[in-house]
């Protein structure tokens, strides 16, 4: 353990002796699965990377791969003019911007905040006008893809801001992100595809687990099927990503139960707000639901197929027939 | 017109001069989009087709491609030992082997059917146990992929049925389809898992619609939003088909809603028989019925975006708000 800190505060101070003027220093709010992934890029891309999240635990990871630990956003605020904020929601971005050492109050006229929670477009014009009031720049950055394609800096932002700050912080985005898609200025533009996109994955899930759980039904070979849909139509990328859990029955959470009832429930905030009817969002929240019920919150998010299997009398790896 | 059924003719015959004695002879019955595409996947890889649709239209593209028109299933029984039986369920699969003029009157020992209808399992049972009565072989033969790839012989097949028939016909198996899955000797088992593809298929069309009519609710550019859902995680195979359909306002059918109220209703059936509860399902087919009432019953199966269009007063390219 000290052998690991001794090797990672000599790596974290390796860039000092090359290119000092022009290294860049980025500030990483929220080092969960994601965040701790594009700090590990924007390291990996050269840069000085200042982070901090509530957990020590998070913070000791961040610190493992050679990133300089602070201990509040004001903190980060101070020590960085680019912070990606990487919170789970609405009211933890705010949290990070107004609330006890958060970053506005500790001044930082000029810098720039790219929050990459999934919020609703409402939430992120709020949240960029609490900004503009304390001299801050806001990109409305929301991203996908899963950690670990961002610790691969390969996932997806989605971006809407003010074109001369998005291009000059190009490298920065290019560090963290595979592609990068501009939805021009309007702040809430990018938070909206995120929706999209959320109400797609979240029902291609529950989707794959019901399927899953029916094939397992009708006593077909689950690993076979697997095999078949991937090659066929009825293919999506959540298909694809999460159904190996089910097959290994392995439901230690790469993205967790939680999270989708959350993403869910901003879609159907959003859809009930604007008066749109959404179906199969709301009959996917209600299997989140019934996830999250059954004791899965903090579990994998394909434990929505053992939820399936209790009610259909069904046994999965790993998931005996209850 | 002319010199086009002079031209065809005259490469239907060109065969005839080249390895006789080992060109195949093979059927097809049911000469819709996919069977028609499967006649011409045929008809290219050297074998001599043998085809028969009630529609004087079908039979009439088929010939313009090379094939040998039937006047009925008992003339393609009598005139090609390999029969594909690509109509759209169960109860014409039965009317093609025991209606008027069907196959097994006609006198078939020892020739195959290959069954391709999307049937539930216990459907799939019933037509092999007929076809045995009749001394004919039945492979359970579902395919996926849509007339494309049907049409290039890139469409994927699932296979169930005895060993040594799908070895005996394996190069006829290679010319219609790009990937083909052993499923095993049941009969029932292909059946299945292609009825687990069209239940994940049917939602992701009805999910996509769902998604791109929220975005067109949302105010936010529909080209650029499906740039970027197929670069992220909430992208399906049907979403990157079938939502350029949306974005073209082209709701001309390629394949028609009411082929997903017979498949979502399949799967509907088959899951309440079972007594497993599939509420996306569900939910897919109360909207795939909601575009049939509305009038869109043989339009191209995006139209379901039209009804969502319509229940939230949104415009869509070439739906203008109702």
Same mark, same amino acid.
């Given at each position: 353990?000290?052998?690991?800190?001794?090797?990672?505060?000599? =790596?974290?101070?390796?860039?000092?002796? %090359?290119?000092?003027?022009?290294?860049?220093?980025?500030?990483?709010?929220?080092l969960?699965?994601?965040?701790?992934?594009?700090?590990?890029?924007?390291?990996?891309?050269?840069?000085?990377?200042?982070?901090?999240?509530?957990?020590?635990?998070?913070r000791?990871?961040?610190?493992?791969?050679?990133g300089?630990?602070?201990?509040?956003?004001?903190?980060?605020?101070?020590?960085?003019?680019?912070?990606?904020?990487?919170?789970v929601?609405?009211?933890?971005?705010?949290?990070?911007?107004?609330?006890?050492?958060?970053?506005?109050?500790?001044?930082?006229?000029?810098?720039?905040? %790219?929050?990459?929670?999934?919020?609703?477009?409402?939430?992120?014009?709020?949240?960029?006008?609490?900004?503009?009031?304390? /001299? =801050?720049?806001?990109?409305? *950055?929301?991203?996908?893809?899963?950690?670990?394609?961002?610790?691969?800096?390969?996932?997806?932002? =989605?971006?809407?801001?003010?074109?001369?700050?998005?291009?000059?912080? /190009?490298?920065?985005?290019?560090?963290?992100?595979? *592609?990068?898609?501009?939805l021009?200025?309007?702040?809430?533009?990018?938070?909206?595809?995120?929706?999209?996109?959320?109400?797609?994955?979240?029902?291609?899930?529950?989707? *794959?687990?019901?399927? =899953?759980?029916?094939?397992?039904?009708?006593?077909?070979?689950?690993?076979?099927?697997?095999?078949?849909?991937?090659?066929?139509?009825?293919?999506?990328?959540?298909?694809?990503?999460?159904?190996?859990?089910?097959?290994?029955?392995?439901?230690?959470?790469?993205?967790?139960?939680?999270? %989708?009832?959350?993403?869910?429930?901003?879609?159907?905030?959003?859809?009930?707000?604007?008066? %749109?009817?959404?179906?199969?969002?709301?009959?996917?929240?209600?299997?989140?639901?019934?996830?999250?019920?059954?004791?899965?919150?903090?579990?994998?998010?394909?434990?929505?197929?053992?939820?399936?299997?209790?009610?259909?009398g069904v046994?999965?790896?790993?998931?005996?027939?209850?």
């Amino acid at each position: 353990m000290l052998a690991t800190r001794v090797r990672t505060r000599f =790596m974290a101070a390796l860039p000092k002796y %090359f290119g000092v003027g022009k290294m860049r220093d980025v500030g990483v709010i929220g080092l969960g699965s994601m965040g701790l992934g594009m700090a590990q890029a924007l390291i990996r891309g050269g840069m000085r990377v200042h982070g901090y999240d509530v957990s020590e635990a998070a913070r000791s990871a961040f610190a493992d791969f050679g990133g300089i630990v602070c201990d509040s956003p004001a903190h980060v605020a101070q020590s960085a003019p680019t912070i990606f904020s990487v919170v789970v929601n609405a009211a933890q971005t705010e949290s990070v911007l107004i609330g006890e050492q958060g970053i506005l109050p500790a001044g930082t006229a000029g810098s720039t905040l %790219f929050s990459c929670a999934t919020v609703s477009p409402p939430e992120a014009r709020r949240l960029a006008e609490l900004c503009e009031k304390g /001299g =801050m720049r806001y990109v409305d *950055a929301p991203i996908s893809g899963g950690p670990v394609r961002a610790a691969a800096g390969e996932m997806t932002m =989605m971006l809407a801001g003010a074109p001369d700050v998005l291009s000059e912080l /190009g490298d920065v985005i290019a560090a963290v992100s595979g *592609a990068s898609y501009n939805l021009g200025t309007e702040i809430g533009n990018a938070a909206a595809v995120k929706i999209v996109n959320q109400l797609l994955a979240g029902v291609h899930i529950v989707a *794959a687990c019901e399927a =899953m759980a029916l094939a397992g039904k009708l006593g077909i070979d689950l690993d076979k099927t697997y095999e078949v849909i991937t090659a066929s139509a009825g293919n999506s990328w959540m298909f694809e990503n999460r159904v190996p859990h089910i097959l290994e029955g392995d439901y230690s959470p790469k993205s967790a139960i939680d999270i %989708f009832v959350k993403d869910m429930g901003i879609v159907m905030d959003l859809a009930r707000a604007e008066g %749109f009817a959404a179906p199969m969002a709301s009959s996917a929240l209600q299997m989140y639901l019934a996830a999250k019920g059954s004791g899965y919150g903090r579990e994998d998010d394909a434990s929505v197929a053992r939820v399936y299997a209790s009610l259909a009398g069904v046994e999965l790896p790993g998931h005996v027939r209850s």
